[in-house]
């Protein structure tokens, strides 16, 4: 059975070489992944409708039955029509197929079918016409019911919906005799769950909704259950590890070459930290405060208290440009103090990286670096610390679980601690940190001035360039974010089943790229021309990180880039915040945006330019407009959005590289009881079963949740 599932794809008839590519492009490479690719919508075809009745420009089944010859036509070279009519007791429909000949011995003159497509009316004369252009069709038979829902999937370029259902029919009935199921049988019961084939096989091709209803359910606990498995087996491994504790924190010196003093809520979490480093169980501890509320003081505390017991600590950001400020700042600090901190990326030079490498694996105490700040180079590198004690990952929200597993696994020993400016809504913290200790700054440092925002149009472009005008004549600088088209991701494999009714997709306002809407800038504002730059993630290291500097240090006024600044980036003196095509973009991810500006003194604003009418994205704008609580924002983008989106927020690529947590049918808010029990029900059964020996299947889903290699979760 289990042979079956691991089998390659291509193991199903009709699936060689060619329709495998194109699955390997949904990231299907085995029978039980294509199982796992689930349907992103379903087209009721059960509600039957007469021509005189079908909706407009709506898809709707009609049933009707055919009234001539179907006849093909040449139209020219290269395309021809296949055309008849078909008829039901509220009038008659022209019926015609493009280039597929092939139809023409599939209808029966005389004979009755299911057609699901959008009718279009004529009125030609004093009878009603209809027309429909290439609609599905089955044979209808009254005695044997056809289905009523069809499965609409995520495809890619060389799939077709129905190529996609034959390989999903082939891979149902290759796992049809599946008896073995990854959930123990006891709480299959207990919690009155479907059983996994018939979970599968109703997601794929459903009875009737109360069926789907009941295979969602399985599935969806499912994910839940796993994603706790895996989190609670971290959690384990890292309570049975032996860190080094790091007993020295006296901070009376940090404090005072601080150019501020630390609010309670920061002082707060310094002093958990120190109790958790004081410890030989290795801290696991992630830190969750909204944008600018000085989180990076707290890292740079508890590595302070790493290099004072003589041992090193490693920082982790996600962006090179992170990494850079954070390397800058800490030097800053703690260089007075005699300690060394150096910067390994990606883009620095294979001479240095030798000798960082060699300084950090020093037996030498006095030779050694004591901090080192990141990409995730850091981990796939071969960095060993002489004398590792910390490691912290900023902005965990875009990493993965995958790297995070990795990370913990690399560094069991280790006191880990990560933060996360996205603000999470409980539940959903519970489900994705369950192994870490939560520590929450939940208080802004003194003197924060609200950003003011406001939502204008295409109409008001003049009026802006203007404002931006005065803000720089004051002093001012500015960032201008657009969409970026080159490093937009495309993955139809990610869109939710809730995107499918928003109609919203469709019709979008071409998007401003980096580029020419500099150039565009530039010719509006001339004499501001020459302190003008760009910044996108395809530049080069160095150039990035010499307009940020110049940036940083006024040199440059507007600094138009794509989200490469999303995270972290500090310019205090930066006041305007411009969002170009601002609906392109998740909620948390503009208010993180938001975020880089009203650091300083200066009064700030944020601008969000969008043209777009749909009434979720209205609303998405307003509610930027008039809400400045990061977590209430959350909270709305998942409403809005649903989670499949919430995570995407502006790292779908990041997320989906690092194997990252990707709940392809739970909602977090909805199905919060399901999380609930999911929970409950593994840390049970890890009680009995600590490892997950008498269960090697489900052992296996949890590890590839993980996007871990066989026996890191051991
Ligand atoms: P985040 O939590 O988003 O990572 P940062 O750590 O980057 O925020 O801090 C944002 C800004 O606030 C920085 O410029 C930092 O120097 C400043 N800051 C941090 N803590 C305080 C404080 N207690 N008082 C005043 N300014 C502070
Ligand atoms: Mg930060």
Redo the contacts with the bound molecule.
Sequence with gaps: MSDALTASATALPGIGKVRAAAYARLGIHTVEQLLYHFPRAYENRGNIVTLAAAPEGERCALLLTVATEPRISLIRRGMSLLKFRAYDDSGTAEITYFNQDYLKNTFHLGATYRFYGKVERFSGGRVKQFTLSSPAAEPWDEDKPLPALYPVYPLTEGLSQKQMAQGMSAALSLTAENRGDTLPDDIRRDMELATLSYALRNIHAPEDLPSLAIAKRRLIFDEFFRFSLGTAIMARQARTACAVACTQNDLSDFRAALP????GA?NRVIEQICRDMASTTPMRRIIV?D???????CAAAAMLIAAQSGRQAMLMAPTEILARQHAADLSELFAPMGLRVALLIGATPAAQKKMIYEALSSPDPTRRIDMVVGTHALLTEGVTLAAPALVITDEQHRFGAGQRAALAEKNRDMHMLV?S?TPIPRTMALMLYGDLDLSR?DEM??GRQRVDTFVIGESYRARLQAFIRKQIGEGGQVYVVCPAIEERECEPDEVTLDELFSPESASRPPLKAAVTYTEELRDALPELRDTIAYLHGGMKSREKDDIMHRFAAGQIKILVSTTVIEV?V?V?NANLMIVENADRFGLSQLHQLR?RVG?GKRKSYCVLVSDAQGETARARLETMRTTYDGYRIAEEDLALRGPGDFFRVGSGVAIRQSGGIRFRLADLCDDSDLMTSAATAARTLLESDPELRDHPRLRRTVEELFCVDSGTLS
């Design positions: 501020y003093s630390l609010t920061q405060g944008v600018g509320c000085g989180k990076t003081v933060m400016a700054i440092p003194p972290g500090n205090p975020g650091r």
